[in-house]
């Protein structure tokens, strides 16, 4: 493209949705992907063995639901569809039913028995107040539309989750359903935000679902892609760019990086003080991921739980917490706990037919280079004696696979940076999207509202980077 007004560098989801925010805006946009394909962390590619399509990075996405911005987009028309399994999320245990989160709030609550009160109020009234406050937990820290609303739910989403689950809930069904949702945080569960991270996901799967694009992740990217596409904007792919010099003459540029590739590419071009406030900027706990094609599904003890897209392997809440403050610390689990999808239950495309694809992972020390294969494949074998007899082939990342992969994800560090109080305000600046170097802006997850598929980076680095080119 010749003289293009704009420039994206990454062609992740974030960095796709600032292009289509651009390219909307009538501003010519070439992306530059390193990669040979798009999608950044929602992509899909055949992992293992011919005929099975597994997603490479993100799997289930209640937050693209959820976005605004991507609920704005017509990405059905450009071949997106999403699917939605029987029931949420299923969290089984050694003795006793699985908790299920069902669509349905009044099922869920009713399913865990002495806590369906308890769980009506707790993630009930996240549920009624999401029509006032969904849009504010996806941006910036801003002045709320609905003040009193987010006031009421900041009162208990600023505590820790095990604070949270221990004085609202009693029963090991509801603390350990809860403690899952707060994992995904990625910071110990006795530390403030993470019963701000369950309250947001339990309601989320009410209000929106836990669903995921059929035929993978990669075809969320690709509706992005088309969409962007017929606005005008090009992307070219297997384009990394090392250094912002080099790239053609734009007023404005927008880096789908985390601060550590973004200072190798631009770190000549600041100041000494925000370089050294990027270089502050923390990242945290690393991942190890598998993938399996298997010959059927997995055999669960308690079969409920194949209703469910999205499986939390970790038992109680004691049990998680410690898994969890343990990787925080450093140490690796020998119980991990355990995220997995399970989507060819709901989406037989992804597989050759009576065959099934498996998604999981557990959280390690940052760049550790602990090998937790076997450790995973013990906490699915607890719950579903006989898995292993069904696996095919597996395929594994370890967190220098991650970031060999995608230098966004350092040390394996898929939320692109500690999720804590401070980086969720101050994330990866004060300055949020903008730099001191006019032009040239931030839009990946490492800015607010921080990790996940739903654009709303991109979005609000954008129309940063249009309101300053209107003055
Ligand atoms: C294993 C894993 C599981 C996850 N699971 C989920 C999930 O289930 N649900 C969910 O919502 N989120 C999940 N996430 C998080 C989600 O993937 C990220 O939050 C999201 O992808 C961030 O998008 P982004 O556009 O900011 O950055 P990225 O997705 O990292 O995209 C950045 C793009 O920039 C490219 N790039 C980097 N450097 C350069 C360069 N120098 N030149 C050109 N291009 C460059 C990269 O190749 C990449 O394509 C997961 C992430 C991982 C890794």
Not at 166 to 189: D, I, Q, T, Y
Not at 207 to 220: A, D, E, K, Y
Request: proline share 8%.
């Amino acid at each position: 493209m010749a003289d293009p007004d704009a420039i994206v560098i990454g062609a992740g989801p974030n960095g796709l949705s600032a292009a289509i925010v651009l390219a909307r805006a009538r501003r010519k946009v070439v992306v530059y992907e390193a990669r040979a394909e798009i999608g950044g962390g929602c992509a899909s590619e055949s992992l293992t063995l011919p005929g099975f399509v597994h997603d490479v990075c993100s799997a289930v996405h209640p937050m693209a639901v959820a976005s605004p911005f991507f609920r704005s987009l017509p990405l059905r028309d450009f071949g997106l569809e999403w699917v939605e399994p029987s029931a949420m999320v299923a969290h089984p245990f050694d003795d006793r039913p699985a908790a299920i989160i069902e669509r349905s709030l009044g099922d869920t609550a009713g399913a865990l028995g002495e806590d369906e009160g308890r769980y009506l109020d707790l993630i009930g009234s996240v549920v009624h107040a999401w029509p006032r406050i969904g849009d504010d937990i996806l941006g910036p820290p801003r002045l709320p539309r609905h003040p009193f609303a987010l006031a009421r739910f900041g009162m208990r989403a600023l505590q820790s989750a095990e604070r949270l689950a221990r004085a609202r809930l009693k029963g090991p069904r509801a603390r350990g359903l809860f403690a899952g949702l707060a994992a995904h945080s990625m910071v110990p569960l006795d530390t403030a935000p993470t019963g701000a991270i369950a309250l947001v996901l339990g309601a989320a799967a009410h209000v929106c679902g836990w669903p995921f694009p059929r035929g993978g992740s990669q075809q969320l990217s690709n509706a992005l892609a088309a969409y962007l596409r017929s606005l005008g904007g090009e992307i070219v792919t297997k384009a990394p760019v090392s250094n912002i010099d080099e790239l053609p003459r734009a007023p404005i540029v927008l880096c789908d990086l985390s601060p550590r590739p973004l200072l190798r590419i631009a770190g000549h071009a600041f100041p000494d003080n925000y370089r050294r406030a990027l270089e502050r900027y923390r990242y945290g706990m690393g991942v190890f991921k598998v993938d399996w094609a298997m010959a059927a599904p997995i055999p669960w003890r308690d079969p409920s739980v194949a209703r469910a897209g999205t499986v939390h392997l970790g038992g109680t809440l004691e049990d998680i917490a410690e898994s969890e403050r343990l990787a925080w610390e450093g140490h690796v689990s020998s119980r991990p706990f355990v995220l997995l999808s399970q989507p060819t239950l709901f989406d037989p495309s992804r597989a050759p037919e009576g065959r099934h694809t498996v998604w999981a992972y557990c959280h390690v020390p940052h760049a550790s280079g602990a090998d937790m294969l076997t450790a995973i494949e013990q906490q699915v074998e607890r719950f579903a004696p006989g898995f292993r007899d069904r696996i095919l082939a597996g395929h594994v990342m370890a967190p220098f696979d991650l970031e060999r992969r995608n230098p966004n994800l350092v040390g394996g560090d898929i939320a692109m940076g500690v999720t804590d109080l401070r980086q969720m305000a101050i994330r990866p600046t004060r300055r949020w999207y903008r730099t001191p170097r006019k032009g040239l802006y931030i839009c990946s997850a490492s800015t607010p509202p921080g990790v996940g598929v739903h654009g709303m980076c991109g979005y609000f680095a954008a129309q940063a980077a249009l309101a300053d080119s209107r003055q």
